[in-house]
């Protein structure tokens, strides 16, 4: 009979801020790592310290204790700390394909500095695992995966549930879409089945009589995991103790204190490849009663996803491609500029802090990151634009604006844009005396002209005058009055990634008729939207022959869940806008579009009933609670601005609401104008097909899903940043994207208030509407589209510089020609300054890149694996960087 093997490995998942905040973490924190400093250098039985595979949690160490960093070498030099891969372990959903690979990229080089990372894909906590895993693991090099969720359903104060519907072994293969197979190891008895290991025997008999039972259960091999720790867990002292005591009481199993690396090939050594079963792409707890699969932490605290969702796209669609685009002009690549930003960014993308399932204190100090990243984010960005504009060969005439652009693909985009005239500086006349001075001279109006003389519908707004000033590269600041106007225009053609010059001319002004209507209807070549009197609007596209009604309908539902799940009330008591009567206006109408108002009243319980909070109280399981809405109603009011502009091929529409409601959901409604039996939505690095309808173990009456980017249901495509969470219905005719969703606790194995979760504040969410007649999207050129639509433009003025003049009025640095279903993702300099091009192919065919220079593919992390060439085939599916040479 095969020995088996029991692999103890030593570890604390760091949850960095959760139901404390981080500073009183980092506090336990350092306690932590000191003991674990003093008993690997005791070598006295306790070997190995695994660091949650998140570099963050040394980084946090260090900052509180910087002398020891040369120890942490020391002892991860020695194989004794196991750190990495990660920088941090993050939400997979929420986060964007390229913060994942920033995740790993900074990860792997922090981790190095201090001597090797652990080679193995670590996922002990993550909410769901996306389909292309598999795919970024193997170009990072790795070939094994650990994961807690996604297969098992795993629920309150972590428990594993004993369910039919669970894998059959802990060990499986687990398969991308485009092919790439890792091994996969699930924590199928979570990430604890080894803490707190007694020292007693007879508390040790029982302990591993059902621990070992436990893991025989599930595992394929003789290698058997125990993971000795679990949330915050002090390390275990007397464990080499605790091990004695284990070999003199099961001789014929031999105790190890491990490591992943050396568990990973031991399983692999061990493995019956025939024996295994292979998962395919995402693991989202799919085969569940689905009441643990966490999916509604996508619309909890939906601020959050806002903000770290425009932040991303500031990041990777400007900051980064403007930046390559400055190194033209002589600006050196700001790589540690954006290292910085991206690691700020990513304290925010921690599992339990984007989702928004923390203290109330946790996220509010995550605002103050965003904001502080932004900030970073826009002085990069700022910085770049500037010094390019500064030697745009310009025409002498005319005021020069650079617009810039990098979404992958050639776009028409509307741009607003404050430009100045007539200024008058501190330096030219006292500073009290310049308003009055400049209300002499007469307003402007202006006519806008490319760089080749067509020109391009402009609406000017005056902004009367302003003070500003500018802060010279070797001078002073410089201060200023000056007049103000908006000018907002529209652009055709902008370069897929790149940037155009056009040009302000100065005209007398005009005072041009508004020429509005009460039409309650929105109409250009493509599209015409009319809206009816409850407010929902009919949707035609012209091109395609497609027409669907009472579009844009909304529905409130009680919600008595929690940050992690939605669980609507007892009384099931929806109420919706079908039959409302809204206040309907035209708030804009001008030479460039127009813009409908609908304003919804609406009267909503205030809030769940009082038995709700005894139900908290109690900490009832969400699944068991029967609490109804409150029998007091109030107003909620709600805003939509419909916007159609002339070279729209969608419907634009902004909703803005004030939430003075507890314990609620609103969703806005489509009907998709078709039935189907499965649905395509964005995701990591693909486009994923999901059933309509669950398994015969599902028991959640809401099937919930997370998106990026877009969703897909029949005739309807619903594009969105920062509103991940959509609901299909199914049979597939009806599509639900949530705007909020305010609950009052975490929810998680004790009673944690979070009242300001409830989101009493304005929220404003923004989302696009396209009409399809392909009902595989994946196979269009529809993921491209939404793809440039959701990427932010960056337009200012030029400022007089005494710089040589070098580069073009308009430049496409996209050298490159792509077939349907290549995705635009990265455009950015490597580590060694050369640049990198990243798509991820979403068609089921083989599809053609081909570039105007030599190029050679490399892998995530920017190392070149082949030759050379000017034509790439990407497989289905693919992941595909290219390095320049």
């Not at 399932?357 to 634009?385: G, P, W, Y």
């Not at 202006?446 to 500003?468: A, C, D, K």
């Not at 109408?589 to 919804?600: A, M, P, S, V, Y």
């Not at 619903?718 to 219905?729: F, I, K, N, R, T």
């Amino acid at each position: 009979m095969t020995r088996k093997k029991a692999h103890i490995i030593s570890h604390s998942h760091w949850d960095r801020e959760w139901f404390l905040p981080l500073e009183s973490l980092r506090f336990r924190l350092v306690t932590l790592m000191d003991e674990v400093e003093a008993l690997l250098d005791k070598e006295d039985g306790f070997h190995h310290f695994h660091m949650d595979g998140q570099m963050i949690m040394l980084e946090d160490y260090l900052a509180v204790k910087p002398a020891k960093k040369e120890k942490m070498k020391q002892l991860v030099a020695d194989g004794k700390l196991r750190i990495g891969p990660w920088y941090m372990l993050q939400d997979a959903f929420l986060t964007s394909g390229e913060a994942n690979i920033r995740n790993l990229q900074y990860g792997l080089e922090m981790a190095e500095e201090f001597g090797q990372a652990e080679k193995i894909g670590y996922f002990p906590d993550t909410f769901g695992l996306y389909g292309q895993v598999p795919q970024l693991m193997r170009q990072a090099g790795f070939d094994t995966v650990v994961f807690g969720r996604g297969v098992n359903p795993t629920g309150f104060n972590n428990q594993v549930f004993d369910s039919a519907f669970a894998s059959k072994y802990s060990e499986m293969f687990w398969e991308s879409p485009d092919g790439s197979k890792v091994l996969g190891i699930l924590l199928a008895n979570w990430y604890s089945n080894g803490n707190e290991i007694p020292v007693d025997k007879e508390a040790a008999k029982v302990f591993w009589d059902k621990k070992l039972a436990d893991v025989e259960r599930f595992a394929s091999t003789d290698e058997w995991l125990f993971m000795n720790g679990c949330d915050h867990q002090p390390v275990q002292t007397d464990l080499a103790e605790a091990l004695e005591v284990a070999r003199e009481l099961y001789p014929d199993v031999k105790f190890i204190h491990s490591h992943f690396e050396k568990y990973q090939e031991a399983v692999k050594a061990g493995l019956e490849p025939g024996k295994l079963q292979t998962v395919h792409g995402e693991l989202t707890s799919q085969q569940s009663d689905g009441w643990s699969t966490l999916a509604n932490t996508a619309s909890s605290r939906i601020y959050l996803k806002q903000a770290n969702a425009k932040i991303e796209r500031l990041l990777e669609r400007l900051a980064e491609p403007i930046s390559v685009m400055a190194t033209e002009a002589g600006v050196q690549y700001p790589d540690e500029y954006l290292a910085y930003a991206w690691k700020l960014l990513m304290e925010n993308q921690i599992h339990d802090s984007i989702t928004g399932c923390s203290l109330d204190e946790v996220h509010r100090e995550m605002e103050a990151r965003f904001e502080k990243v932004e900030q970073t984010t826009m002085a990069i960005i700022q910085n770049a634009a500037r010094r390019i504009t500064e030697q745009i060969a310009t025409n002498e005439t005319g005021i020069p604006l650079t617009v810039f652009h990098a979404g992958g693909i050639e776009a028409t985009r509307t741009v607003e844009l404050e430009i100045e005239t007539d200024a008058i500086h501190f330096s030219e006349m006292h500073f009290e005396l310049i308003p009055d001075e400049l209300a002499k001279l007469p307003e402007q109006s202006f006519r806008l002209e490319t760089s080749t003389g067509e020109e391009i519908p402009v609406v000017v707004e005056s902004l009367g005058i302003r003070f500003n000033y500018d802060l010279p590269e070797r001078k002073f600041r410089d201060s200023y009055f000056a007049r103000k106007y908006k000018l907002t225009f529209a652009v055709e053609n902008l370069p897929a990634v790149g940037y155009e010059t056009i040009y302000a001319h100065s005209v007398d002004l005009v005072n041009e008729s508004a020429n509005q209507t009460q039409d309650f209807s929105l109409e250009n070549r493509f599209l015409k939207v009319e809206v009816a009197a409850n407010g929902t609007y009919t949707i035609l596209d012209k091109e395609k022959a497609i027409e669907i009604a009472g579009v844009g309908a909304y529905e409130d539902a009680g919600d008595i869940g929690n940050e992690y799940m939605f669980k609507e009330t007892g009384d099931n008591l929806r109420i919706n806008t079908l039959h409302s009567k809204p206040a309907i206006r035209v708030l804009r109408e001008d030479k460039l579009g127009k813009t409908i108002e609908i304003n919804h009243e609406i009267e909503i319980p205030e809030s769940a009933s009082s038995a709700f909070a005894e139900e908290k109280r109690r900490l009832v399981w969400h699944p068991d609670r029967q609490s109804e809405r409150s029998e007091n109603f109030t107003t909620f009011k709600i805003t939509t601005e419909l916007t159609l502009n002339k070279h729209d091929k969608q419907l634009t529409i902004r909703v803005k609401l004030n939430n003075n409601v507890d314990d609620h959901r609103l969703r806005v409604l489509f009907p998709t104008g078709k039935q189907t039996e499965t649905h395509q939505a964005g995701s990591v690095f693909e486009v994923v097909t999901r059933a309509n309808k669950q398994v015969e173990e599902w028991t959640n009456p809401a099937k919930d899903n997370r998106k990026q980017g877009f969703v897909a249901s029949g005739n309807i495509v619903v594009a969105s940043l920062g509103l991940p969470e959509y609901e299909v219905s199914e049979h597939g005719d009806k599509l639900e994207l949530t705007l909020l969703r305010a609950v009052s606790e975490i929810g998680d194995w004790g009673d944690f208030p979070a009242y300001e979760a409830e989101c009493h504040r304005e929220i404003t969410a923004e989302f696009h509407v396209f009409l399809t007649d392909d009902s595989d999207v994946a196979n269009s050129f529809i993921p491209a589209q939404v793809n440039a639509r959701l990427t932010p433009i960056f337009a200012l003025q030029h400022k007089s510089a005494t710089k040589e003049k070098i580069l073009a009025e308009k430049r496409d640095f996209a050298e490159w020609k792509t077939e349907d279903g290549f995705v635009f993702s990265a455009f950015k300099l490597a580590k060694d300054n050369q640049p990198i091009i990243r798509f991820f192919q979403t068609a089921s065919e083989p599809k053609q890149l081909q570039t105007m220079q030599p190029w050679q593919k490399s892998t995530i992390l920017e190392e070149a694996t082949g030759d050379a060439k000017k034509q790439f085939t990407a497989s289905p599916n693919e992941i595909i960087t290219l390095k320049g040479v």
